[in-house]
């Protein structure tokens, strides 16, 4: 049965979603999820299982071979590219591979979102040089990404998904490269943003993190989604 | 809290340098020299043009009809008196028998005239106002018994005008074909831009920025790279104008060909900015119109 838009009342919603890329296998079966709003939720899995795939899809960087996704209550099968744009703005990601860019300023760089929201300078400085003493990046505000070390990159891109106050938070093992002190602050910084509103939803391998807080778990294996941390 | 914080000018988006930036800077510095060499030469082409016709509509040759029974020097001065008459703000040059036998020359060669070749007189008229009233002359002449022809130029003037819309033709054309090029150019160029930054632009859209965002980037980046081509080429296209008018041009100087007698005055300079401006907007409007499509294309993709 095909949810009408005004049935979904979660932020993502994913009725019986499969994804395979070209003829190849299904990386993805029949994915049912729903992210309520304001909701926390942890997604794990073994590496290959389809994690950043399925964040994929959430923050529209893929379209699904077969099932419907909702975001915002939005059918995205149905939605023209600048819907999509502006949808993407209310959503902030953090990946795996940082993914900044190299010619510009960390402060260039975290400040990107503003700039394409249509801010003016003087309307976000404050808060990204605020943002980025509190990721512990102020003294590296005009290094270029290249000089960074690989916790600093992330602390960037972190800062970089979180700054524009996203309505949906989509983190790719954020913690992955950061040492247990830094990766506590980080998470400090999710469940904020979780408080204040924003529904967050994190892929990662680190179960000492999961345990942190009190939050929903989703289990990926083999392209199919439980709930739980165990099987 | 951002008391401390320096620079208050944004980075440009895209990188400012890109990966064969400067051949591609050389290739735009060369088309808008041609360019600009073509729009110099057509307008000087127009204006030597329109000064020879000037010219010609404001002189006319008189030539006497020597009659055998009277004397040749009594005939001219009675044709010379005539249009003194009639016309008095008008420079009359009578020539010289010896004159008017070396113009014979080109046709008849060196060899030494016959004594009793009839040598048409030769009176040339020259007016600053507009033409010369050819009817009234041949009339005036006519009733003072001078059997005159006057040659009012019309022939080399239908040929200049037709040689001159040649030229004209001909540099509007390499002009056009040359901002065909550099257009071809730029949308390489942006194409093979957005491959090399396929990373970046993969941010931007991640980020929420539409395609019109990202196409007004490629649109400053091609507007920078092509303004500052232009100039460079329309300058460079100035001092080879400059050097070709004032150097000693082998057998074309003195000639009367196009740059013999012309400069580069302000109104080239003018038509030189519009140029650059021209060449600058639709080499921007192709990179944006290109990356427009492209990231259309890539999103259908998806």
Known sequence: MTLQNQDIKDIVHFDRVSLRYARGPEILSDVNIALPEGSFTFLTGPSGAGKSTLLKLCYLALSPSRGLIHLFGQDTSLLANSAQQALKRRIGVVLQDFHLIEHLTIFENVALSLRVAGLSRAQYTDDVVELLQWVGLGHRMQALPPTLSGGEKQRAAIARAVIAKPDLLIADEPTGNVDPVIGRRLLRLFAEMNRMGTTVMIATHDVDLIKEIDARVLRIENGRVFKGLNA | ?302
């Open chain 2, 1 to 302: 809290m951002a008391g401390g914080f320096q620079n208050n000018t944004p980075q440009t988006l895209l990188p400012e340098r890109m990966k064969n930036a400067r051949a591609l800077l050389c290739v735009l510095i060369i088309m808008a020299l041609l360019a600009a060499l073509s729009l110099l030469f057509a307008r000087s082409a127009a204006r030597l043009s329109a000064d020879w016709q000037s010219q010609l509509t404001n002189s006319a040759t008189v030539q006497v009809m020597i009659n055998s029974s009277e004397s040749r020097a009594a005939q001219m001065e009675i044709a010379q008196k005539t249009l003194q008459n009639l016309l008095p703000n008008t420079r009359i040059t009578p020539l010289s028998e010896t004159q008017a036998q070396a113009l014979l020359k080109p046709w008849l060669g060196s060899t030494n005239l016959p004594a009793d070749l009839p040598v048409p007189g030769l009176i040339t008229l020259e007016t600053q106002g507009n033409g010369l009233p050819f009817a009234q002359i041949k009339t005036a002449l006519s009733a003072e018994g001078v059997i005159a022809n006057i040659d009012d130029h019309t022939r080399y003037a239908g040929g200049l005008q037709r040689t001159s819309r040649s030229l004209i033709f001909g540099s509007s054309l390499i002009l056009t074909l040359l901002l065909i090029a550099s257009l071809a150019v730029n949308i390489f160029a942006t194409r093979a831009s957005l491959i090399a930054q396929k990373d970046i632009i993969s941010v931007f859209v991640q980020v929420g920025a539409s395609n019109k965002f990202i196409a007004q980037l490629f649109i400053q980046q091609a507007a920078k790279r092509t303004l500052l081509g232009a100039v460079i080429g329309a300058i460079l296209a100035i001092f080879i104008w400059i050097f070709l008018s004032l150097s000693n041009f082998g057998a074309l100087k003195d000639s009367g060909f196009i740059w013999d007698s012309f400069g580069v005055g302000l109104g080239d300079i003018l038509f030189l900015i519009g140029l650059c401006l021209f060449f600058t907007l639709i080499c921007a409007m192709a990179a944006g119109m290109t990356a427009l499509r492209q990231l259309s294309e890539e999103r259908r993709r998806l």
